[in-house]
């Protein structure tokens, strides 16, 4: 069957089993654009090609599978350079397409080039430049396996317009051939033996859940082996979800606005166990000073986060699922041969810590509206499996001490990267990916300034995605540093609560849009956003810019210098 | 370069890769992003033509550079990464370069290339163009040499290299078992 390589190309995407992709045609991409008309593949027309790579990054979290974009060349592939950085920081699984100007004049300053596939080199797994129609099935494989296998990130395919328009035979690969690219998933089976061994001596351990929880489908696993130990889990701000909340090892968020709990039963650890998790920076403080007394075991699937930042006493290359369900068949193998220890001293402690030092704030009746209040009311106002959606600063640290997490992939946000702007897009891609489920984005008032536009897709192709903008007038996050750490020397964070008119621009857009300016507001808002599906509905919280997100550890800190904030700051605190 | 307590020493690394474009600037640039330099390179084919193998030689502490290997080994077109310590490694360079030498002076540069085993590739009324084969540091020693001469232009390949081969000390009795 000959086909062209824009067909082959769609044809190709069907065969992965694509069922939507987020994009916007131009030039070099038009030859794909037409194929398109007869696929059975949904494509949603983004407003900024940006808001195409987050949705197809809100897509694969929430769904597991893939996301797809497809964009043009030159300034729409450097539009999509950061949902790319974004995707890689967070090992999101995402296929990104891009058109080029035709192969013959690559390398001439044609009209809208640029070298995308140089540009994106260090923010993809891998990427292709097509420089024959034929291989474009073999690509595409290769592109998705790259994608999904191993740990996932994105991947970028490069079309140039004439290589669109050749002909080729359609074929369809077997597999794929990458020699390079053959990722173990299977723990060392000694180094199984030696965890469980450590596990079996320890007396303050702590599971350290990262993202590559959520990544490797492992939070069933994850539960089996808490259950069987009963050993206390941190869930980073990328594995919230992954262990549930309202389990009574939970121990919630460790890091720089983790709980005190959190943050300083790693630093009394004797042992850590490490899974799918990677010493972030934000998580560690000082790393000399990280969990001081504590042996590391460190399972990843990513040979090379282990030692990057702490060598551990056990490292394990593998899968995280596989690996937990090794660890736990090990674990109770062990216990039928000796005693391990006693928790109870060391759970009992953990209690003390959690009864002691709460997260608090204090809302006052008919004060100023408090960003807490919103997040823990639209949490209470929402159903249990509600996928949240953040993008970066303030708002996304509250809602991820906040809220209530039980059950894993209804937390969405941009950890590595600290993309402003992601929430939006995310949450589209996130509503299209699991429509049954309702949606709600938490935004700044400066993240949601980034990336609005894309309410219009939203409301375009009615996907009844809602935004809770929590809009205290300023570039909060960086307000909060200023005043801490520069004197409360206020430079350029004043953003204003009402130019622009959120509730105007939401209705500009196509959506319904509420307003929210004291405690008393809250509810009814919520429940009224709540009964809207058929379109997006905005509310626009007036929210109190002199709150601070604490407990807060200073940036290059030691984790044992926390600081707990006017709230939770009472007697008995460090 | 970062700064780091570690030695900082000259690192051998043999690394196959896929035959196709982009993968030079690929592996360059986790170096390059990384603030390491590279002091040298030479890349080629290999008796498998899919493959081709680069002979980097990287100046870093061991532990930066265990980053930046684990993050070659990510590479979809990296096969394998093999560090070759010097005194484990067959290593060889080629050295072409062009000394001054007027008439008077060119026998004494010739008696050094002799000792060399230079080969004369070209030779001018005021210079002479010479090449060396070798291990880097006889390069090195005939790059001492010469140099009070006058050198015009220098130019060195940078190193290739391949593991040493195993050999076990024959034993009297494996000399037995054979005849036996």
Known sequence: MKLTGAQALIKSLEMEGTEVMFGLPGGAILPVYDPLIESSIRHILVRHEQGAGHMAEGYAHATGRPGVAMVTSGPAATNIVTPLCDAYMDSVPIVVITGQVPYAVIGTDAFQECDTVGITMPVTKHNWLVTDAQDIPEIVREAFHVATNGRPGPVLVDVPKDIANQTMDWHWPDGVDLPGFKPTTRGHPKQVKDAVRLIGEARRPVIYAGGGILKARAAEALRELVELTDIPVVTTLMARGAFPDDHPRCLGMPGMHGNYTAVTSMQHADLLIALGSRFDDRVTGKVSAFAPGAKIIHVDVDPAELGKVRRPDVPIVGDCRLVIEEMVREARADRTRRDWPDLADWLRQLGEWQSDHPLAYEQDDGGPLKPQFCIESLRDHTPDDTIVVSGVGQHQMWTSQLWRFNHPYTWVNSGGLGTMGFAVPAAIGAKVGKPERMVWAVDGDGCFQMTAQELTTAAAERIPVKVAILNNAYLGMVRQWQELFYEERYSEVYLSPDLPDYVKWAEAMGCVAFRADTPEDVEPVIEKANEVDDRPVVIDFRTDYREKVYPMVPAGGSNDDIILGPATDKPGGR | ?180
Do not use: C, W
């Open chain 2, 1 to 180: 370069m970062p700064a780091t307590d570690e030695q900082v020493t000259h690192h051998i690394l043999s690394v196959l890769v896929e035959n196709r474009f982009g993968v030079l600037s690929r592996v360059a640039g986790l170096f390059s992003r990384r603030g390491y330099n590279i002091f040298s390179l030479a890349v080629g084919p290999t008796e498998d033509e899919r493959f081709s193998r680069m002979t980097i030689v990287v100046d870093a502490a061991s532990a930066p550079l265990e980053q930046v290997t684990k993050q070659l080994n990510k590479l979809v077109p990296v096969i394998k990464i093999t560090e070759l310590a010097s005194q484990d490694a067959v290593e060889r360079e080629l050295l072409l370069v062009t000394v001054r030498a007027s008439a008077e002076l060119r026998s004494q540069v010739m008696e050094l290339s002799a000792i060399f085993e230079a080969k004369i590739l070209d030779v001018g009324y005021e210079a002479i163009t010479l090449m060396v084969a070798g291990p880097p540091d006889t390069l090195d020693a005939f790059t001492d040499l010469v140099t009070p001469y006058g050198i015009v232009e220098l130019q060195r390949t940078g190193r290739i290299a391949l593991p040493k081969l195993a050999r076990r000390p024959v034993t009297l009795r494996a000399v037995r078992d054979r005849g036996a």
